[in-house]
């Protein structure tokens, strides 16, 4: 086979948390005064907490210090941790955890490779506990999506070259990220949109067809 392992973006690949932190974000902007809404909530995506924070500051007429912008994002996070507590394993699709079952018996190793930090608490949530066989999250990097840490920690942890690797993703920067780090990447939804793309997959069971 091309591949050796298939590393997965967690939020819109395998599951949907966009939901939860849009509340959670969204509490914060009133909080502060700032216009939130779905357009900018989709600039977050792929993005880690602190910058998608910046993102969202730029509709912000004060100024904030280190530690404040800190502090907001740590309420942010105990807001979108609580929301997550109504996730159930009714919110992983039956196709998804189907064709992840076909490419584990197809003998290929499996990974997240997610800029958040609560990638772990999202998959016990949804029953995957201790499903993949590595978990590269926001716990573990220092530079999140575009810059493709995230996904060669994974390899690393996988034991495989980064040529090895199928990344899949949903957003722009982690397209850009598997790019980076030498990795083909497919992609779903968003990421169709974009040339960087290895593959451009209309649903997530295409993906059985382009690891043959």
Known sequence: MKYRAVIFDLDGVICYT????????????????????????????????????????????????????????????????????????????PDVKKTLDSLRDKGLKLAIGSSSRNAQFILDQIGLGHYFDAVSDGNNILHSKPDPEV??????????????????EDAKAGIQAAQAGGMDSAALLDAVLFPQATYKLMHFTDLLQVVE
Not at 155 to 166: D, I, N, S, V
């Open 18 to 93: 966009d939901k939860y932190h849009y509340q959670a974000w969204k509490a914060i902007a009133c909080e502060l005064g700032i216009h939130f809404d779905q357009k900018i909530n989709n600039r977050l995506r792929g993005v880690s907490r602190m910058e998608s924070f910046d993102i969202i500051l730029e509709g912000y007429h004060g100024t904030l210090s280190q530690e404040e912008k800190k502090a907001y994002t740590e309420k942010k996070n105990q807001i979108y941790q609580a929301l997550l507590k109504n996730m159930t394993k009714d919110e992983l699709a």
């Open 151 to 168: 996904f060669l920690k994974a390899a690393q942890y996988l034991g495989e070259e980064p040529e090895k690797c199928l990344v899949v």
